[in-house]
Nanobody, 123 residues
Framework: VKLVQSGGGVVQAGDSLRLSCEVE????????MGWFRQAPGKEREFVAV????????DYADSVKGRFTIGRDTTKNAIYLHMIALKPEDTAVYYC?????????????????WGQGTQVTVSS
């Protein structure tokens, strides 16, 4: 599967941004999809996940109430709408398929990532 991201940029604290990810490949709508992010000097972390049909979602505690993940199955795309952005949201955001191991959301080993999108939030 190929993941093509768009969106992101430089904003001030309190602003909003929207990220998009187009999922190219066979069976694109059969995957759990979501977002991870990696801040400078930190490990990549889970942000949000959306179910195959788009009806169920889950979020990292740090973004609950501020980020909304969505899915358009007609366009094979997922989105991340971010409001009330904080400087600590600054990171490179990656689109990914996800698996759940019973405790946490994971990127499937060896699977592809989106190309990454920089989000910078200034105070």
């Amino acid at each position: 599967v190929k993941l093509v991201q768009s969106g992101g940029g430089v904003v001030q604290a309190g602003d909003s941004l929207r990220l998009s990810c187009e999922v190219e490949g066979q069976f694109a709508n059969t995957y759990l999809m979501g977002w991870f992010r990696q801040a400078p000097g930190k490990e990549r972390e889970f942000v949000a996940v959306v179910s195959r049909e788009g009806g169920d979602t889950d979020y990292a505690d740090s973004v609950k109430g501020r980020f909304t993940i969505g899915r358009d199955t007609t366009k094979n795309a997922i989105y991340l709408h971010m409001i009330a952005l904080k400087p600590e949201d600054t990171a490179v955001y990656y689109c990914s398929r996800l698996n759940y191991d019973g405790r946490r959301w994971l990127h499937p080993p060896g699977d592809s990532w989106g190309q990454g999108t920089q989000v910078t939030v200034s105070s």
